[in-house]
């Protein structure tokens, strides 16, 4: 395989020559637009000259949050460019039309209907524009103005009770995982459509396509495993008690003495290189074969703690060399900062300013995936808000002066201004 990370220019990516209008704020639809970024796509985000996504500014380096770098927006904003406007000035509108009209791709992410209060309806502009694909985010689907965050999505679809702590109570997965699922999502419904256009002929096109991604449908992709039995066999499993989704008595989470210990075991050679690991470790003939009578009779509770309490009596380095030896699956439960680190080397890098007026190059996250072929480019630092607004209007077809009075109006941001 080849680095992800190999010098690839925009112009060399897999997406070199595509234009993505990238309309969207907060997490799930900027992680798509960041994406096709990665590919090499030209992506302009559009965003309200008044400034209003709250990720821009969340940071815990006051100087980068003052500069709207903030640390989210940062990790996936490479790539992009920036147009700021009010998008209710009619002047401003016109623009947006003609810019659209050179994409290849609009994703949006407002609730159902806001765009085409804004005039620019996804059903008129497939009309208009045969070869756009609209890619339209929304929480719980284009018939619903229920408004939607990743928690509120967790626990309408099930997510949050799937994850519920050992005496019931639902939880929340700690960090916004359905933002993301989306994000994907939508990135892949992207390239169906684009290979769709691209496999028919440009005379039988008479609209684009409009793509519709929910995060409800997106979380529930996900989240096969919980609820195959019931739907295909029509049985509901009973919760098991273990800390493993197989509900296997010598699978789970063990303390070690110094952390989390992560082991798998769901078929006969693994419990039995379990069984090897502790007889390596001093565990006697007679607790191994205690241990399989009540793994064997599914006694959940006394086969974790019998393995818990042999497992505490070693560090994670120990029982990770004698796990890999008898082939068990298993992992200490580490920080992800920790994993980033093992694996950022092939991320992109991009600049950052500092507080000193230099520059510092910090990982952003990769593609996901590796091929024979480099697929990422090198990524322009994240934009700051506005930053191409100009050369954008220019673009569009507005006239110097025509912009700057969009400017003094205060209808057009740029950090350059």
């Known amino acids: 395989m080849s ?11 897999p997406l070199a020559g595509l234009r993505v209008i990238d309309w969207t704020h907060v997490l799930a639809g900027p992680f798509t637009g960041y994406q096709l970024a990665l590919l090499g796509a030209e992506v302009i985000r559009i965003e309200r000259a008044d400034g209003d996504d709250m990720i821009r500014t969340k940071s815990l380096d006051p100087h980068l949050a003052a500069q709207g770098l903030g640390d989210t927006f940062v990790a996936q904003g490479g790539g992009k460019q920036s147009l700021a406007i009010d ?13 659209i009209a050179s994409a290849d791709v609009l994703v949006e992410n407002f609730r159902p209907g806001k765009l ?4 620019f309806d996804p059903a008129a502009l497939i009309r208009r524009h045969p070869r756009l694909t609209v890619c339209s985010i929304t929480g719980f689907g284009p018939g619903s103005d229920q408004r939607a965050y990743d928690h509120v999505i967790q626990a309408a679809s099930g997510l949050m009770q799937a994850n519920a702590s050992a005496d019931g109570t639902p939880q929340r997965i700690g960090f916004p995982l359905v933002d993301y699922a989306v994000g994907q999502q939508a990135a892949l419904a992207i390239m169906t459509a684009l290979l769709r256009r691209e496999r028919t002929d440009p005379a039988r096109r008479t609209q684009g396509e409009w793509l519709q991604v929910s995060m409800l449908n997106a979380a529930l992709t ?8 019931e739907l295909v066999s029509g049985h509901k499993v009973p919760r098991s008690r273990s800390t493993a989704f197989s509900g296997s008595p010598l699978s789970g989470t063990f303390a070690v003495r ?6 798998v075991c769901n078929a006969r050679e693994q419990t039995l290189g379990l069984l090897a690991a502790l007889r390596d470790a001093g565990v006697t003939e007679t607790d191994l074969q205690g241990l399989a009578r009540v793994a064997g009779e599914g006694l959940v509770d006394e086969a974790q703690q019998l393995l818990g309490s042999w497992l505490a009596r070693d560090n994670s380095a120990s029982w990770l060399d004698r796990l890999s030896r008898h082939g068990v699956p298993a992992a200490m439960a580490i920080d992800a900062i920790q994993a980033v680190r093992a694996v950022c080397h092939d991320w992109p890098e991009i ?3 500092t507080a000193e007026g230099g520059t510092r190059r910090v990982r952003v996250p990769g593609i996901g995936f590796a091929s024979t072929e480099p697929v990422t480019i090198g990524l322009r630092p994240p934009p700051r808000r506005g930053e191409h607004s100009r050369q954008w209007l220019e673009s569009a077809g507005l006239q110097k002066d025509d912009i700057d009075r969009l400017f ?10």
């Open 87 to 99: 998008a209710r000035d009619p002047r401003l509108q016109q623009a947006l039309h003609a810019l």
């Open 408 to 417: 003094q109006e205060g209808k057009v941001h740029s950090s350059n201004a």
């Open 258 to 263: 110094d952390g989390h210990l992560a082991i």
């Open 3 to 13: 680095n992800p990370n190999s010098e690839l220019t925009a112009a060399q990516g």
């Open 116 to 119: 085409a209060s804004l005039g």
């Open 222 to 229: 996900l989240m096969a495993p919980v609820y195959a039995n």
């Open 351 to 353: 600049e950052l300013p």
